[in-house]
């Protein structure tokens, strides 16, 4: 029984806890249990805080056997991407230069989880500082894929995506800069959703790119996603980009049935350089919506391919300032041999951040550097708005978009190290709508070669309901997947050193 509860939604696990039929201790210690079997495989945490959860499931059975029961989440284990700010729990982004960060305060989703009586799992493992496509760039250590544990499970979110599909945890939240949530969610077979800009406050949020970052939920199917973004969703004061708007009852727009609906199908997304199983999957998913009573009709917009160049201008240039207050002064890694304040700041700079960070700060650094600021990132910010007058068009006619999450399956680990461009083109299918502050949620569409394929839905700002709609539909067809380490992980361990995929089933 034990087992099977880290594999149930957190919908499924609610209605258990609220009958009594199970107790929020006993779904936490199944899910410290599955920790402790496949952590040492899948590497998925960086912090694993038993004693503080332990302490909130207690909590949530007092509140349960009350009949204290507000929200879907009290009770349910949730895990953190490391990039959010925890109280009295370090926060380290996945680098050596925050090693032994420990915030003073949580982020503002943190707060309305802990408020909403979630468990709060650990913090899990990520690119540093939020860069990469694979969570190779972890000053830690690599996470694996629980589909297969010779390949990686996405990034920069990777940890949050494989604890979820591990059953390591019910429900998890990641950031999403340039597909951080939808990439990761793809190659683990789970659902990744990138909400409006604004919609979720990024207060404690460790900056990335500020005019790209989004918090978001990866869960195990579609209801749960609508249920942990209703949580997180919503105006914050703390943070001067949060919108006023009204958070809907998510789980509301959940219904079967797409008569009317207009899908457009943007050509930039599906020819050259999707892998042909990808491609495959993406068609059979046209089919079902077809078959649901969707209109499905090829758009195009013209200016994708210009959002590759135009992103890794801006978001540099955005992480190049946000990573300055990184100078060993105030908190934080500092080098114990330098000869006066500037060798200071460049030691600690150059042992303290990775290659992929360096990298990036670098091109940042260039980008807005007198002489060139016109030619690079002014040019990059005037191309951002031609990219959301595309989208802003598409919208007249349609009602969502279709497009591949990713143009391949989850690749393996070392695949792409050497090769920057490479892994930046892994987010090819998912940085445009950071542009454009747009949504967007990735949905397992089925299976190529025994490995999971997400297809991804774009929307209008703020229509999350109807990305979730759409997304819930084609679930219903196509099924949830249970990764085979999750299903068995005593059959994973025998296999770990083959690196062979498992296929998955319909769960």
């Known amino acids: 029984m034990e087992l099977d509860l ?8 609610h209605a258990m806890l609220v009958k009594r039929e199970i107790g929020a201790v006993e779904l936490l210690q199944a899910v410290l249990r599955r ?34 029961v507000a929200s879907p989440l009290v009770g349910i284990p949730v895990a953190l991407k490391d990039n959010l700010c925890t109280i009295g729990v370090r926060t380290t982004c996945a680098s050596k230069i925050l090693y ?45 894929n629980p589909w297969d544990l010779g390949r990686v499970p996405g990034g920069s979110s990777g940890g949050s995506a494989a604890a979820v599909a591990a059953g390591e945890a019910v429900m998890a939240l990641g950031s999403d800069t340039g597909g951080s949530i939808r990439q990761p969610a793809a190659f683990c077979g789970v659902v990744g959703l990138k909400p409006t800009y604004g919609a979720v406050s990024r207060y404690g949020l460790v900056a990335f790119a500020s005019s790209l970052d989004q918090i978001g939920p990866i869960t195990r199917d579609v209801e749960d996603c609508a249920l942990l973004l209703r949580a997180i969703a919503g105006h914050d004061p703390l943070d001067t980009t949060s919108a006023r708007f009204e958070v809907p009852d998510y789980a509301s727009f959940l ?42 009709e090829e758009t195009t917009l013209p200016h994708t391919p210009y959002a590759l160049p135009c992103y890794y201008l801006i978001a540099p240039a955005e ?32 042992e303290g951040f990775g290659p992929e960070v360096k990298r990036r700060i670098m091109l940042g650094t260039y980008a807005l550097s007198a002489g060139y600021y016109d030619a690079y990132y002014l040019k990059a910010l005037k191309v951002r ?13 349609y009602d ?41 949620i990735s949905v397992p569409g089925g299976l190529a070669e025994g490995l999971p394929v997400g297809v991804q839905f774009i929307g209008r700002p703020f229509a999350e309901g109807t990305l979730l709609r759409v997304a819930y539909c084609v679930e219903r067809r196509v099924g949830t997947f249970v990764a085979p380490l999750a299903r068995s992980p005593a059959a994973a361990a025998a296999r770990a050193g083959e690196g062979a995929a498992g296929r998955g089933e319909d769960g």
């Open 255 to 296: 219904e079967e049935g797409l008569r009317g609906f207009r899908v457009g199908v943007p050509r930039e997304y599906a020819g050259e350089g999707i892998d042909p199983g990808v491609r495959g999957v993406l068609m059979r998913v046209i089919g079902l919506l077809e078959q649901m009573g969707a209109v499905v």
């Open 400 to 440: 969502v978009l279709l497009a591949p999450t990713s143009p391949t399956c989850a690749f393996r680990l070392g695949e792409k190290t050497a090769d920057p461009l490479q892994m930046y083109l892994s987010d090819i299918c998912t940085l445009a709508v950071n542009l454009a502050g747009i949504p967007a």
């Open 6 to 13: 880290c594999l149930l939604p957190a919908h499924r696990l």
């Open 100 to 144: 032994n960060f420990v915030p003073p305060y949580d982020a503002t989703v943190v707060r309305r989880l802990r408020d909403a009586g979630a468990v709060l799992v650990g913090k899990t493992n990520m690119d540093e500082f939020a860069m990469g496509s694979s969570t190779e760039n972890s000053a830690f250590f690599p996470t694996r």
């Open 35 to 68: 920790i402790d079997e496949v952590e040492d495989r899948v590497r998925a945490y960086i912090t694993v805080t038993r004693e503080e959860a332990l302490q909130q499931a207690r909590e949530a059975d007092r509140m349960l056997s009350r009949g204290e």
């Open 319 to 350: 992480a190049s300032s946000n990573l300055a207050r990184y100078d060993g002064v105030r908190y934080g890694y500092r080098t114990r041999d330098a000869e006066d304040v500037v060798d200071m700041f460049m030691k600690t700079r150059s």
């Open 385 to 397: 708005t031609l990219i959301k007058g595309d989208f802003d068009r598409a919208f007249k006619d």
